[in-house]
């Protein structure tokens, strides 16, 4: 079995920041490219960035100078650094992840449970 845990998040004010974890535990193998999405209740889920294995790691346009995505491949972890926050990043953030774990399945785009992220006053 494996598991995506997100940690990190909660309520900040607007000009604020949050760093966001990912980590990937459990029988895991092999982590291969780790994304964070959002979603905003009503919204589809969107991409906010993604790294891949070998680290080529890319943000959202509309983010970009302010969200930094990385990872720890030591520990399987993907972090999200969010600066400068604003009301309208409200929303549940999601790890994403492409893995396979010690018997050699393959799990494409396996979800994390979500972590809320609040930018209120």
């Known amino acids: 079995q494996v598991t995506l845990v997100e940690s990190g998040g909660g309520l900040v004010q607007p000009g604020g920041s949050l760093r966001l974890s990912c980590a990937a535990s459990?029988?895991?193998?092999?982590?291969?490219?780790m994304r964070w999405y959002r979603q905003v209740p009503g919204n589809q889920r969107e991409l906010v960035a993604h790294?891949?294995?070998?680290?080529?790691?890319n943000v959202k346009d509309s983010l970009q100078g302010r969200f930094t995505i990385s990872r720890d491949d030591l520990q399987n972890i993907v972090y999200l650094q969010m600066d400068s926050l604003k009301s309208e990043d409200t929303a549940v953030y999601y790890c994403?992840?492409?893995?396979?774990?010690?018997?050699?399945?393959?799990?494409?785009?396996?979800w994390g449970q979500g972590t809320q992220v609040t930018v209120s006053t």
């Open positions: 459990g029988s895991v193998r092999t982590v291969y490219t």
């Open positions: 994403n992840a492409d893995l396979t774990d010690r018997s050699g399945r393959y799990y494409p785009e396996y």
């Open positions: 790294v891949t294995a070998g680290g080529s790691a």
